[in-house]
Antibody
């Protein structure tokens, strides 16, 4: 079955950096885009970024553009989120999520599987 | 950016009743690429509806989605105890992708 496992969450000071990882299994990893979505404590969902199946296309939400970088290693079935210049408002559970559209599909699909999330706390 | 506004913020209903949740978009959602998710405390979201009205795999038929362009609705007929949760709408047709603020369905 599809499995997504995030790691790397921690408590960090404002201005510092952190890298999250997402290890995937149970599907053809190299055929699907992968998202990061976050959820601040007690708040709603916020889309953060997506990397395409081959890693060439990347898109970001406005609140993280220029500070966060998404990447993937298809040989390791892993996606990364490099977070720089962290701010207190970046405090959240970060979910890794599989896009529903397979490579070559012309029809966008929503996220269909989610990991359990990893907590990032930005505080001095 | 397509802003999604969900209403009401909280819906208090008894089991067996019908729940109607609304999601309004600030601009037309491309090709009705609108999804609904359910989230329970401490859990990741679960996909219920995609393409505004198609049920995801394994989702009971008491869940249904409708609407187009800027106005969408999630209906839960006959609430079951396991349906009390937070529900989010999500548009995946216009970049950047966005989520609504959520509707909490609680037991009255």
């Amino acid at each position: 079955q599809v499995r997504l496992e995030e790691s790397g969450g921690a408590v960090v000071q404002p201005g510092r950096s952190l890298r999250l990882s997402c290890a995937a299994s149970g599907f053809t990893f190299s055929a699907y885009g992968i998202h990061w979505v976050r959820q601040a404590p007690g708040k709603g969902l916020e889309w953060v970024a997506i990397v395409s199946y081959e890693g060439n296309s990347k898109y970001y939400g406005d609140s993280v553009k220029g500070r966060f970088t998404i990447s993937r290693d298809n040989s390791r079935n892993t996606v990364y989120l490099q977070m720089n210049s962290l701010r207190p408002e970046d405090t959240a559970v970060y979910y890794c999520a599989k896009d529903g559209a397979a490579a070559g599909s012309n029809e966008p699909q929503p996220v269909d599987y989610w990991g359990q999330g990893t907590l990032v706390t930005v505080s001095s | 950016e397509t802003v999604l506004t969900q209403s009401p913020g909280t819906l208090s209903l008894s089991p067996g009743r019908r729940a109607t949740l609304s999601c309004r978009a600030s601009q037309s959602v491309s090709n009705n690429y609108l999804a609904w998710y359910q989230q329970k405390p401490g859990q990741a979201p679960r996909l219920l509806i995609y393409g505004a009205s198609s049920r995801a795999t394994g989702i009971p038929d008491r869940f249904s989605g409708s609407g187009s362009e800027t106005d969408f609705t999630l209906t839960i007929t006959r609430l079951e105890p396991e349906d009390f949760a937070v529900y989010y709408c999500h548009q995946y047709g216009n970049a950047p992708l966005t989520f609504g603020g959520g509707t909490k369905v609680e037991i009255k």
